[in-house]
């Protein structure tokens, strides 16, 4: 008999200790802070992805629109200024003014209209040739430039003086003294070496020139204008000794 209520005591405290178990269980489960429940935690994954997937969506929108804005700008750049609106004979001379310009002369602006102008030129009416010439987008610097090189190059020998007053002439260029000294300066022009340029032309001239009178012609004002120490180099360089 003592044995039969040792097992049933038994049996009663394992109940007591599961029963138990389950209650603590119970307690932990219910004592887990709101973010930690199943309930609780799904949502808020959910949430978190959603948020991460707006702000995604938010950042394609931006660059796309950047990137947008980006292709607008190189494109309005790329085609570059409207041109400009005027009547048939404008827009002829000035078709006509920037072919004079890209020619490689070297034109000022009032060289460019006289030759717009002129009867044995193009023609046009002063106004139109004004217009045009307003119109060209020219760099009269460059212009100069472009003119100084041009006479430097055909080998007749220009001294600094004589180049700017070539450039300046109402019978050569007409540019304006300050355009025609700042194409001068960066001309990069050797003038010893154009002295003696000038001193070959008047040797093989025929004329015949002893050191004295030909370093007197190179150095005239209305001459080519040498130094007398560039006259004595080109002369040294002939054979005039």
Known sequence: MTEINTQIDKKSAKRNAKAQAAADKAH????????????????LILLVIII???????GKKDSAATSAGAT???????AGPAAPSGTAAQL??????????????????????????????????????????????????????KAAKGYLASGMGFSQASLTK???????????????????????????????????GYMSSGMGFSRQSLIAQLTSAAGNQ???????????QVGLK
């Not at 991460?52 to 938010?58: H, M, Q």
């Not at 040498?226 to 040294?236: L, R």
């Open 28 to 43: 932990r489960k219910a004592s887990r802070p709101w973010f930690k429940k199943k309930r609780f935690l799904f949502p």
């Open 52 to 58: 991460i997937v707006i702000a995604a969506n938010s």
């Open 72 to 78: 607008s700008a190189a494109s309005a750049q790329a």
């Open 92 to 145: 002829q001379a000035l078709a006509a003014a920037k072919g004079y310009l890209d020619s490689g002369i070297g034109f000022s602006q009032a060289s460019l209209i006289k030759q717009l102008t002129s009867s044995a030129g193009n023609g046009f009416a002063q106004a139109d040739a004004q217009w045009a010439v307003d119109h060209s987008g020219a760099d009269w610097n460059g212009q100069a430039l």
């Open 166 to 200: 070539q450039l300046t002439s109402s019978a050569g260029n007409e540019f304006t003294a300050p355009q025609a000294e700042a194409a001068v300066a960066n001309s990069g022009a050797d003038w010893n070496a154009e002295a003696v340029k000038a001193a070959k």
């Open 226 to 236: 040498f130094t007398d120490a560039q006259a004595g180099y080109a002369a040294d």
